[in-house]
């Protein structure tokens, strides 16, 4: 008899929760329903704010600055690809320039533009029920800001190796120096096209046995009977090397008296009297040092023209110090510096045996030292510090770290070109590691 009572109970309560299920079914189909909506939205949203983010890069990373609203409307309708309509964008950008300080105001080390991307767009409901305010449209938005850091003006020194080596073959029907002066007009042309708030500035110093100044004045030889004219630049040549690597590193940055120079020959023609020996000078001064030096200017134009020029002349032996040092005199002439100071040095062997290691004697006195903190002290109105790259490019000469290179550039900042190719990709890894980047 309890059996049979208890089964009827168990019938019973049975059937009361297979009628609750039933009762539920339309309150678990409204949950469903709503949960599917919401995650439609919050999906949605998700990407939304993925294509805000996309579109803010994109119109930093953008050249040709065209019409940002419309430029980031169709980024944003690619990347949503549901949305309903046109997306609705407002791109509000704010600049920060060198010459308002607001650089220098915000602690930056370079000028920027914010890029702000406001958007919304009109999308689809996957569920309809209008008693839970399931609309079948509705809205969504999105917004992100991305900083484009502009480069900073630059100043670019290009110190060469004019020693004899260079004539040796750098390939295919070219001289290592060849090599060198080609790569070199490709990368200033390269140079021109970066955008900057300024001017970017170049020089050339080149160095063999010495460094040599040249100007424009000219030094024209009067004629000698059944001779003829001769005319040069004028040119001196220096020495930077002063009885010691101490005494030379303390007075880098003066200028020293030069060791020779083109003069005007002393002639009395009208006693039958030339001046031979300062025409022999000359001649031997031309010849030994072929090469010329490009002061720190903005012409780069002019610069390359210049440059195109190098032909297949050369010095003669190597003391990569004059360079460097003639670089370091150069740059603290300046009346000002721009906020980025490049050196490169292009070098095929190490510097004549006979001076030992002078260099690296040099280096451990100071020379890099002091030339890096002489121009971080110098006048720059544009941001608040000033930064210093330097880099060796080893052309077919794979560059010691004990030389003194690796204590004054770096280790990190050592390169090694096998050909022209080399050589560009280096001296641009140099020049653009700082110039330009974004921030979301």
Request: one cysteine or more.
């Amino acid at each position: 008899m309890s059996n049979k009572l208890s089964k009827t109970c168990g019938y019973k309560h049975r059937g009361a929760a297979g009628i609750i299920f039933i009762g539920l079914i339309p309150i678990l189909f409204l949950i469903l329903a709503f949960s599917i909506a919401m995650s439609q939205r919050l999906v949605t949203h998700v990407r939304m704010l993925e294509a805000s983010e996309v579109a803010s890069l994109a119109l930093a990373a953008d050249p040709k600055g065209d019409d940002a609203d419309d430029y980031a409307s169709k980024v944003i309708d690619r990347y949503l690809v549901d949305n309903q309509g046109k997306v609705n964008v407002d791109v509000n950008k704010k600049e920060c320039k060198l010459k308002t300080g607001c650089v220098r105001a915000s602690g930056e080390s370079a000028p920027y533009t914010d890029i702000s991307v406001t958007a919304s767009s009109q999308h689809e409901s996957w569920v309809t029920y209008e008693e839970i305010n399931l609309e079948s449209h509705f809205q969504v938005g999105g917004k992100s800001k991305a900083r484009k850091y502009l480069s900073n003006p630059m100043d670019i020194y290009l110190i060469v190796d004019f020693s004899s080596s260079m004539l040796l073959s750098g390939g295919p029907g070219k001289t290592r120096l060849k090599v060198v002066s080609d790569t070199i007009v490709r990368a200033l042309n390269e140079v021109k096209s970066f955008k900057v708030e300024g001017n970017n500035r170049v020089a050339l110093l080149g160095y063999s046995s010495a460094h040599v100044k040249e100007t424009d004045e000219k030094v024209i030889e009067p004629a000698i009977p059944g001779s003829p004219q001769k005319e040069y630049k004028k040119k001196y040549i220096y020495e930077f090397y002063r009885g010691s690597p101490t005494q030379t590193v303390r007075d880098m940055f003066n200028l020293p008296r030069p060791i020779k120079e083109i003069k005007e020959p002393k002639d009395t023609p009208l006693f039958g009297w030339y001046d031979w020996r300062t025409r022999q000078d000359n001649a031997n001064i031309d010849r030994e040092f072929p090469f010329f030096n490009i002061p720190l200017n903005t012409d780069i134009d002019g610069a390359i023209s210049k440059i195109k020029k190098i032909g297949n002349e050369s010095g003669t032996g190597t003391t990569s110090w004059n360079g460097i040092i003639a670089a370091a005199v150069e740059a603290n002439s300046a009346s000002f510096l721009n906020p980025e100071q490049v050196f490169i040095i292009f070098s095929d062997g190490i510097d004549q045996k006979k001076y030992g290691n002078r260099l690296k004697q040099l280096v451990d006195r100071g020379l890099c030292r002091r030339l890096k903190s002489q121009l971080q002290n110098k006048r720059n109105n544009l941001t608040k510090e000033i930064k210093i790259k330097m880099g060796v490019i080893g052309v077919n000469y794979v560059v010691r770290k004990q030389d003194g290179f690796g204590d004054c550039v770096g280790p990190a900042n050592i390169y090694h070109a096998k050909n022209g190719d080399d050589v560009y990709k280096h001296m641009i890894n140099i020049i653009k590691e700082e110039t330009g980047r974004l921030r979301n």
